[in-house]
């Protein structure tokens, strides 16, 4: 099986077009002619990833977020992005990712997470068509109980192992509806409030985003890593599917940068 009809099995679930116009999905390293040994999935792809699939006998590697956002002027291996190329070239390994084509995909990364929180119902927040292909930012869907406000964000940290959720004002109603959009999703704050929902959850916000949602929404903020960790999820269920017979294997390093020590 060649590394390009793994690619092409993923871009079938979340076509390029469907990246934002600022992304940079797709292939980002190495030549799809090769055979493929096996598939490493990550969330990001950092020089302990790469050495992680060397050490598997996995010669491409399945990320979220791109490695390389931006052009690279020169690659000497000043920074880490630069000696995680160095070293994928080095090693013949292939670097795809799959970001926001991924997130916006029907069944992508905001259908994982709510299918985790136990949403029913569930549809696009803001959806729109691409070439014809349904798509969209955020999902929106119902709890199958309602819960009041701290049920529902100790709920949310034991589905995300999320020790410090940042939230606003406590909500005094009930919460059912539950708008979310994994990542930095505070772009979707007022879609959510349309939708008429009672909570909304995503990964990152701005300070400022959070004043004047009291009492109209239950912000629930669990961390960037934290909200799109199950995105290897989808990746695994497409190949496996798709292509079968390959390795495919879970990446095991660490990438969170942040951190959440105990005083």
Known sequence: MKIKEVIDALERFAPLPLQEDWDNAGLQIG??????????????VTEGVV???????????????????????????????????????KHDIAIVAMHTNMDNAVGGVNYKIA????????ELLAPKTVGGTLCGSGVIGQLK???????????????FDAPGIQCNQLLSRQISRVALCGGAG????????KAGADAFLTGEMHYHQYFGYEQKLQICVVGHYESEQFTTEIFHDIITSECQ???????????????HPTL
């Open 145 to 159: 109980e309602s819960m009041d406000a701290m049920a529902f964000i100790n709920h949310i940290s034991h589905v």
């Open 31 to 44: 030549l799809t002619a090769a055979e493929a040994s096996g598939a490493l999935l990550c969330l990001d």
């Open 245 to 259: 017979g390959l390795n495919v294997v879970m990446a095991h390093t660490k990438t969170n940068p942040i951190t």
């Open 115 to 122: 299918e985790k929180i136990g949403l029913q119902d569930v």
């Open 186 to 193: 505070d772009f979707m704050l007022p879609d959510a409030v």
């Open 51 to 89: 050495d992680e699939a060397i050490a598997k006998g996995c010669n491409i590697v399945v990320a979220h977020h791109p490695l390389i956002f931006r052009p690279l002027r020169r690659i000497t291996g000043d920074d880490p992005v630069q000696r995680a190329v160095i070293k994928a070239v």
